[in-house]
């Protein structure tokens, strides 16, 4: 078989981007478009394993570890935001979240 | 039973490679995982009920820890599944509970503007295929064997060193902790109801 | 095939680094059923220790004293009726207890039984027995939800906030042991075998180093464990007068079985954990201090007369049976099991003579395994017994109590510990 290459985690990582933004985009539940956040955020964290494996240096896996604590606290905050928000106007829905225009 | 076949028995099942080993199967276990990956991705982004959405990141959350140890950084494989896995889903699964609605999972899926969104996200992707294409020579093939056995105490060393090439993200560490200062009390106040 | 066994009996590294799946594959069978042998063991246990702690005698019809209850208790559960409510998810409902299955059993890949009785022996050995135990969570609060009913969704929900928010005391007081093992060295390790050799090496028990600092620090472990896993007086999430059983309502029959064996399985994974940590693993007392030969041999003579002793109390329980004659064939199980136990203890004697009197390569082998596994083994029933008695003893706390203790009481003193322990380190050569 082909041994495995950079390149195929390369590939794989553009699909989970790809797939993460179709999320954001599309979706209409503000809960799945946080996720789909977290999935763009995994395929960059590939990548940049991927390369630090290619470079042989760990530079790469250190940013991936603050992306990681990164992602938790825009999680966090994400969610508190759309908690307060659902408390105020009791939807969830991307399209009705629409305040700032008449 | 055959001397020699006997003989070849124990060679084959008492190998000892020592430490930084040969990984074992590892296109079948590539394709496993990221197929993994890939399908739960998928899942994410196109069921119905959110606690399915939620489900299925986890698969894909795992999944990519276990590529992350097929590439030699077991210390981020472990930060991740702690993270993520372990802390950042239970905070998801949590507010689906919270704000999930009963009429939320009978909603359509898709919103308004779906059809400009997957042009875009198409686009995307055609950028993404002719990078790939045209910069095939751009990646080499040589990965670098980096020594497993000391993969956390090289990147503490990175982290924590003094300045210089080891030490160079010390900054870079504090800030991030006084980033995740930053979002407990933001989560915290965001939640209140009254300030 | 002698040879081919003994070729991997005299290995001196775990099945994961030799990079040999056959016998990885081997270990987990045996972990597996030893597991399952264990949580079987441990629910007799509980029983019975709960009853004489309430001076009353548990079950005694079942088998002699109850043996075979646990058994009757899996035929039940077996041939229930699976009730699945009928609003439930049906796919998650399902997949609830798997997943906490699943956690609680892949900690067991990392455990060392011994230097190289372990399935693999990572390098994040710690990390990923932390990382794993929080996955079991996930199954909590899925099963609440999945349940589509109130009060599983409450109990879930207090569940997986206690769970996680014991994590952080855990992980802190884990974070402390680990500092104790760069102190002779200068390089600390997170493998859990490494951790123990570094206990053997600085020759003493992490509990015990740096006193109190190992002490306290085991001790919030221990607290930490104890809620980590849902049991009294931590139980609040589950407790029958509370909230009717809390996440685990609506399952019957294997399901349920399921959650309970998830929940043992992680009591012993937990508690396999401080032994590892901080009471020296497969150690026996006094390994540096106590070397020649004949301490070697008194302290190989243990795991027979655990055995024998336990026979020993079989006798005595056959013998002061009733003499009637719906007692006979109690009397008569009663007796086969003790004439097992002596056989065993019988057994491990003669190993145990033959390993330590001569250096023939099989017994001293043999005999050397099952010592390592003996006392770890031995130091984990004790923590099991610590549960048992922990539940009997103290009332339970009240959620809003038990959130406050977690953050606001072990929080503070695992941080001031390991500040403390980093410090006296850097002082002290």
């Known amino acids: 078989m082909v041994p495995i290459t950079t390149f195929h985690y390369l590939v794989v990582a553009a699909a989970l981007f790809v797939l993460g933004v179709i999320g954001v985009l599309t979706r209409r539940n503000v809960v799945i478009v946080l996720m789909s956040i977290e999935l763009i955020l995994n395929a960059v964290n590939l990548n940049l394993v991927a390369f630090s494996r290619m470079w042989g240096r760990l530079d790469g896996q250190v940013f991936a570890i603050f992306i990681v604590v990164d992602a938790a606290a825009e999680a966090a905050v994400g969610l508190g935001i759309l908690i307060a928000f659902f408390r105020n106007k009791d939807t969830i829905n991307v399209d009705e979240i629409d305040l700032l225009k008449w | ?195 | 095939m002698p040879n081919f066994v003994m070729s991997y009996l005299g290995s001196t590294v775990t099945p994961g680094e030799a990079g040999n799946q056959f016998w990885a594959l081997v270990y987990v069978l045996i972990i597996f059923a030893g597991v399952s042998l264990a949580v079987v063991a441990m629910n007799w246990f509980e029983r019975k220790a709960l009853a004489h702690f309430q001076i009353r005698l548990g079950p005694m019809r079942v088998g002699p004293h109850g043996l075979l209850q646990p058994i009757a208790d899996a035929l039940k559960l077996m041939l229930k009726e699976d009730i699945i409510p009928a609003e439930a998810d049906q796919f998650v409902f399902w997949v609830a207890p798997l997943i906490g299955l699943l956690a609680a059993f892949t900690v067991y890949i990392v455990i060392p039984f011994g230097p190289s009785q372990a399935v693999s022996d990572m390098n994040i050995g710690i990390l990923f027995m932390l990382g794993v135990l929080s996955l079991g969570v996930l199954g909590i609060v899925v099963a609440g939800w999945a349940s589509n009913s109130h009060y599983p969704l409450i109990g879930a929900l207090r569940s997986s906030a206690q769970m996680v928010s014991y994590e952080v005391a855990m992980g802190l007081a884990v974070v402390s042991a680990v500092l104790m093992t760069s102190m002779k060295t200068g390089t600390g390790t997170l493998s859990m075998i490494g951790i123990v050799e570094s206990q053997q090496q600085q020759g003493i028990w992490f509990i015990f180093k740096f006193f109190p600092l190992g002490f306290v620090a085991f001790v919030c472990f221990v607290i930490a464990m104890i809620a980590e896993t849902n049991r009294a007086p931590f139980d609040m999430a589950e407790a029958e007068s509370e909230l009717t059983a809390g996440y685990h309502t609506e399952y019957s029959g294997l399901r349920w079985s399921l959650f309970m064996l998830a929940e043992y399985a992680a009591m012993i994974a937990v508690s396999s954990i401080a032994v590892t940590l901080w009471l020296g693993g497969w150690l026996r007392p006094f390994p540096n201090l106590l070397r020649a030969p004949a301490w070697d041999l008194i302290f190989s003579l243990f795991p027979s007369l655990t055995f024998g002793a336990l026979a020993a109390i079989a006798v005595v329980g056959a013998m002061r049976m009733p003499a009637h004659s719906y007692f006979k064939v109690q009397r008569i199980g009663l007796a086969a099991f003790a004439a097992l136990l002596g056989l065993i203890a019988l057994f491990l004697l003669v190993i145990a003579i033959a390993g330590r009197s001569s250096d023939a390569t099989v017994a001293a082998r043999l005999c050397e395994g099952i010592d390592y596994v003996y006392w770890f083994v031995l130091k984990v029933s004790l923590f099991m017994y610590l549960f048992i008695w922990c539940r009997a003893t103290w009332p339970r706390y009240r959620f809003d109590q038990l959130m406050r203790v977690g953050w606001k009481v072990l929080l503070p003193i695992t941080l001031v510990v390991l500040i403390l322990t980093a410090i006296v380190g850097v002082i002290v050569p």
């Open chain 2, 1 to 195: 039973m055959n001397p020699g076949l006997h003989q070849a028995l124990i060679a084959v099942y008492t190998t000892n490679t020592g430490p930084g080993m040969e990984p074992v199967a590892t296109p079948f276990f590539f394709y496993l995982l990221s197929g993994l990956a890939i399908a739960g991705g998928f899942l994410v982004i196109t069921r119905r009920n959110p606690v399915h959405c939620a489900l299925a990141l986890i698969v894909t959350l795992i999944a990519v820890a276990n590529l992350y140890l097929m590439l030699y950084a077991p210390f981020v494989a472990a930060v991740q599944i702690i993270v993520y896995a372990g802390g950042i889903m239970v905070l998801f699964l949590f507010v689906i509970m919270l704000v999930s609605i009963e009429r939320a999972s009978r909603d359509r899926r898709f919103n308004r503007f779906w059809p400009v969104g997957l042009a875009t996200a198409c686009g995307l992707l055609a950028l993404f295929v002719s990078a790939f294409v045209k910069g095939r020579a751009l990646f080499p093939d040589r990965m670098i064997a980096i020594p497993e056995g000391s993969n956390t105490q090289q990147v503490a060393s990175m982290l924590y060193g003094e300045a210089g090439r080891m030490g160079q993200y010390t900054f870079a560490f504090e800030i991030a902790s006084l980033l995740l200062l930053v979002a407990i009390l933001g989560a915290v106040i965001m939640t209140k109801k009254k300030i």
